[in-house]
């Protein structure tokens, strides 16, 4: 996976090819949502089944950029730790 991803054509070019490719079955639970002028944070739960069948359980939080209408930037933090673990045994 991409420790970050640039422009519009990775992230789209990401989430079409690699994200499904790790993930199945995703589901995605809000937590919260929290916004103060042009920076939007978004709490959630993700779970999904990994290609191997074993489950996939991580909280997230993201914090959104915004200008002109648009996502300028994200940043994203979760437990990479659990993350690891769980995806790479």
Do not use: Q, W
Request: charged share 25%; with cysteine; net charge negative.
């Amino acid at each position: 996976m991409p420790s970050h991803i640039i422009g519009r054509e990775a992230l789209t070019a990401f989430l079409d090819d690699g994200f499904r490719r790790l993930y199945n079955d995703v589901d995605v639970t809000f937590r919260g949502f929290y916004a103060d002028g042009a920076r939007v944070i978004v709490e959630e739960t993700m779970t999904a089944t990994l290609p191997d069948g074993r489950p996939y359980k991580n909280d997230y939080c993201f914090v959104f950029e915004l200008e002109n209408g648009l996502i300028r930037h994200v940043r994203e933090y979760m437990d990479t730790a659990a993350g690891h673990r769980m995806v790479f045994g």
